[in-house]
């Protein structure tokens, strides 16, 4: 691990032991982390982001006792790709960690993974000292797309938040090593469709709707539930997606009424994932380790809800850019909403940067002052990626935000997002527009030749895998959670 080290900056260095000053109260000794990814799950219908449905009451809880960052960037729509930047803190034109690239060949597509040359934030942790855990949702987020490097445990096939939280649970009050702080991933497939909440939950956010989707998900979840009964080590959601969504989805008379019970759908996952969440918040509280435990919550994309006449993640529309990000740090600010402009890649340097840690030099993210916002607002540019074939990049430069797509046919998009937040009036064919798609080419030119470069220096090249390494049961995962026959995933 000496090479390991060799390759972090100077920023500090201690270690688990040793004393540390935060720049918020110095810990008394080296805390645990716990950063909770909700995959899905898009800022704006959490209460505390502004929905008044109510899902989410321990997360708004949870962030009037933290921080709460209002502009939270996630870089791509994909879940591999998201992760890999929160990782590696680089951007995707750098690690090239695509949920899958599409081959113009018999062989089919390939599943690009992290190098091992990477460097990940589990891997600076376990060499700090931290004991590293994993509890993932599997699919894009696993061993074979090199996302496991630096953790001692990761479990990726436990299924659905109320056993994995369960297993957190489990793995922090038996499984670690006692000796030491402990960091600890902890994703979530809830809230990514198909959404199966139970006839309660959903009847706390659309009880009078009786439309063909609320016997669709009916049916879809006895389904699932036998097919778990038959076959544990795989996921339903592919499967529930083919036969009991997607022909609803795309029937002619899939009307607002339906598309409006799809948000209440929705918003009863994350009352769920809040629900598992508690117990988590709970569990801690009891455990004593709540005052010696930073806490991360954050997302890897949002979702597409017909917004811009499409459902899913995979293009780079602010509902699916925008992601929530909220902290608790002991000893550290309460009740604080932040307006400075964050990314995901941001995640990684800002928390080595809380314990004092060194950051590795190849990461491109802020590392943030966590106890005050900077004083004055800097334009701070974001690029979102999408590799779709009907979806490319995006530039954010403050309130701008320009679109570029893969096909001709569709020129550039320009947004005032300070008066148009929907991305509903291009103003592409304004003077003031084409100046800002020119300016915004420029900036990602630049952007893809320093991130091309940032590959070379760090040699951050990924591995590819065809499908036909996979093995069987990782290609089972797939298939399970409806990767592998989508076409637009
Ligand atoms: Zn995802």
């Given at each position: ?278 117990k988590l918040l709970q569990f801690l509280k009891m455990a004593n380790l709540d005052e010696n435990t930073v806490i991360l919550v954050t997302a890897d994309h949002g979702e597409e809800l017909w917004e811009h006449g499409y459902f899913g993640h995979h293009r780079v ?74 979806a490319r990049d995006a530039v954010r430069t403050g309130e701008t935000k320009v679109h570029f797509f893969p096909d001709e046919e569709f020129p550039p998009q320009v947004f005032n997002l300070a008066i148009d937040s929907n991305e509903a009036n291009d103003l592409a ?51 399970g959670l409806g990767y592998l026959d989508n076409e637009e995933d």
């Amino acid at each position: 691990m000496a090479a390991l080290l060799c390759l972090l900056s100077s920023c500090g260095g201690s270690s688990p032991g040793s004393e540390a000053n935060t720049g918020t109260g110095a810990f008394e000794e080296p805390p645990n982390v716990i950063l909770f990814v909700i995959d899905t799950l898009r800022a704006d219908r959490l209460g505390c982001y502004g929905n008044p449905a109510n899902p989410s009451p321990t997360l708004d809880q949870f962030a009037k006792e933290g921080i709460l960052f209002e502009r939270m960037w996630a870089p791509s729509p994909y879940t591999a790709t998201s992760h890999a930047s929160l990782f590696t803190s680089t951007y995707p034109a750098t690690h090239g960690i695509w949920n899958r690239q599409r081959l113009d060949s018999k062989d089919g597509d390939i599943f690009p993974a992290l190098p091992d040359s990477a460097i990940t934030l589990a891997e600076v942790m376990s060499e700090l000292g931290w004991e590293t855990a994993a509890i993932a949702g599997g699919g894009y987020v696993n061993e074979r797309r090199g996302l496991a490097q630096g953790f001692d445990y990761f479990d990726s096939h436990t299924f659905g938040a109320v056993n994995r939280v369960g297993r957190a649970i489990d793995w922090i009050k038996e499984d670690r090593d006692f000796s030491r702080p402990f960091f600890m991933f902890l994703h979530t497939y809830e809230v990514h469709y198909p959404y199966l909440p139970d006839e309660e939950m959903i009847n706390r956010f659309d009880s009078e709707y009786q439309g063909p989707l609320r016997k669709a998900v009916s049916d879809a979840r006895i389904f699932a539930e036998d097919y778990i009964a038959k076959f544990p080590e795989k996921s339903p959601i592919g499967p529930v997606q083919k036969q009991f969504f997607k022909p609803l989805f795309e029937r002619e008379d899939f009307s607002d009424r339906d598309k409006e019970f799809v948000f209440a759908l929705y918003d009863a996952e994350i009352a769920i994932v809040d629900r598992e969440f508690k117990k988590l918040l709970q569990f801690l509280k009891m455990a004593n380790l709540d005052e010696n435990t930073v806490i991360l919550v954050t997302a890897d994309h949002g979702e597409e809800l017909w917004e811009h006449g499409y459902f899913g993640h995979h293009r780079v529309w602010d509902e699916v850019m925008h992601i929530p990000f909220l902290a608790q740090i002991p000893g550290g600010p309460e009740g604080v909403r932040r307006s400075d402009s964050m990314d995901l890649v941001d995640v990684m340097p800002s928390l080595l940067k809380l314990l004092e840690a060194p950051i590795p030099q190849a990461a491109v993210g802020e590392a943030i002052n966590w106890l005050q916002a900077p004083a004055q607002a800097v334009e701070r540019v974001h690029i979102h990626q999408a590799n779709w074939p009907k979806a490319r990049d995006a530039v954010r430069t403050g309130e701008t935000k320009v679109h570029f797509f893969p096909d001709e046919e569709f020129p550039p998009q320009v947004f005032n997002l300070a008066i148009d937040s929907n991305e509903a009036n291009d103003l592409a064919p304004t003077n003031a527009g084409q100046k800002q798609i020119e300016q915004a080419n420029q900036t990602l030119e630049s952007f893809l030749q320093f991130s091309s470069q940032l590959r070379k220096t760090w040699n951050l090249f990924p591995v590819f895998h065809g499908l036909g390494s996979f093995t069987s049961e990782m290609r089972s995962e797939l298939e399970g959670l409806g990767y592998l026959d989508n076409e637009e995933d």
